[in-house]
């Protein structure tokens, strides 16, 4: 037996004494029922005279369905591996462990070391190399696990039925707030009725977050916003990238749970309608966001308008008395100002929105979304009269043939609502074309309350290409802006996308491409570079 300095709480222990440690767990963490495993297994501690030189206990799952790490229990086997224990008492092998497979490794552990293990709930005190008592513990292991794999057969069982109804599962989606109306009796006692509902403060800040996310606000703007602001973020953390990710992507701001990859009706009200909802998902879907953040770009023009020598250009800020222009990227082939520049394709955006035939852009894209978000609507409302006729106390179908239905429909409305969003117009672009229903005096103000990137997005989709070329009229420090309107008309020619043509690749920053005049240069100083290693100078 060791001294006392080689136990773990520094006591004397008595030659031939066992050194104890003791476990408690209790799957729901209620501390109470550890505390009573406790107490009980101090009483047969001093009862059968052995020190207690450590205590453990966890208040999570010993199942293999467990997700929580039981740390204590990880303490106790590091304390068995480094010999510090000589018996360990628990309540029942289940409070120990439910994996079946631990729980044989754990046994024959103590049978390799000698360790004994005494149960409380039996009073007595088991020896594994005893081959009578290594079968109870395993018997008694198998019987935990078995149990354990019950419970968590009637649990799913339990949550796909509750999905199937639209019953709301886990933790409360931010946005929404529990309310408890009343109670229905169990066999364990009363158990209270929730609602889940719009939260007064948190669900117009979920409808803010899709509104801005589906004009094409970059995330980094709305978490900036967010925070600066001080607005409550989910579990009271600060706003991140990745939350309103989270948020954009679930399901339950629709009214709908998903579960096992399919989609159920849920019992509480939708924060975001459907449109909203679908065209905020497309935004973040865009492959192109993994190469080029939307919000890096602040200037509406920038490596969208194409120069003479094919480049394009970019923005460069006010200097030496002169306004801020957007000059070619290449070689400086030719510059213009900012400010006549987005004037002029602001004007020929307002016009050609309240254009009629400008809805033909997207007639092949309008028109089988409509179709398809009909069809979803159909096989969901099939769906929904299934699942009705399951839960209606007689005369309705079994079980078995909902799953069959479910069966059936699941891939159809799957297929269907991914081409009900897989081509939706940007949210932006249809704000402008409800907008110009009234006017263009409506069009403008919307177009200049976005975001540049959802103005840069609705250039994409509305022209094939901006070129400005070079200079036709002299302009001077005292030039007004209707003169320097009236050059950059001159100057500026666009090619408007025509329906059924593919929307035109988007040119971010990169590498800078080189024009015609810096190829001469650099060729330039090729051959005098050349000239002079021949003079050998």
Known sequence: MPNAAETRTGVYLPVGSLRAGLYGRNSKGLDKSIDEQIVEGREAAEDNGWPIVAEYSDGVSASRFGRKTRKD????????????????????????????????????????????????????????????????????????AMESEKISKRVRRGVAAAAVAGAFHGDCPYGYERVI??????????????????????????????????????????????????????????????????????????????????VHDGTWPEL?????????????????????????????LAYLVTTPCGSVVHYM?????????????????????????????????????????VRELFTDDDEPARRAQEEAAALHGKLKEATDSFLKPKGGIS??????????????????????????APMALLALLSAAEFGAAKVRPEWDGLPVAAQREVLRLLFDEIRVGKPVHTLTRWSTDTQRLAAATARMKVTWRRPGTPVAAAREPGGKPRGARAQRRRQTSVELASQHAGTGA
């Open 181 to 262: 109306v009343g109670e229905r009796p169990t066999r364990h006692g009363p158990k209270p009725i929730k609602e889940q509902r719009p939260h007064p403060v948190h669900a117009p800040v979920v409808a803010e977050i899709f509104e801005r996310v589906a004009r094409n606000d970059p995330i980094s703007v709305i978490v900036a916003d967010l925070n600066r602001r001080g607005v409550d973020a989910p579990a009271g953390e600060v706003w991140h990238r990745n939350t309103i990710r989270k948020i954009v992507f679930n399901v339950a701001y629709l009214g709908q749970r998903s579960h096992k990859g399919e």
């Open 399 to 424: 079980a078995e043939r909902l799953a069959e239905i479910e069966q059936q429909l699941a891939p159809l409305i799957a297929d269907a609502e991914r081409r009900s969003v897989s081509r939706k």
């Open 73 to 144: 229990w990880h303490r106790l086997l590091d304390d068995l591996d480094q010999g510090l224990l000589d018996v360990i008492i628990t309540w029942e092998p289940s409070r120990a462990d439910r994996d079946l497979e631990t729980w044989v490794a754990f046994v024959a552990k103590c049978r390799a070391r000698g360790v004994l293990i005494h149960i409380t709930g039996e009073d007595d005190t088991l020896d594994a190399r005893n081959p009578s008592h290594w079968r109870r513990l395993i018997e008694g292991g198998l019987d935990a």
């Open 317 to 357: 800020g006010p200097a030496r008395g002169r306004a801020a222009r957007y000059h070619c990227v290449a070689d400086g082939c030719t510059a213009i100002g900012v400010a006549e520049a987005e004037e002029f394709v602001a004007r020929l955006v307002v016009k050609r929105c309240c254009r009629k035939d």
């Open 272 to 300: 975001v309608d459907a449109e909203v909802f679908h065209a905020a998902g497309t935004v973040l879907r865009d492959p192109r966001r993994k190469t080029s953040q939307p919000g890096r770009l602040k200037h509406l």
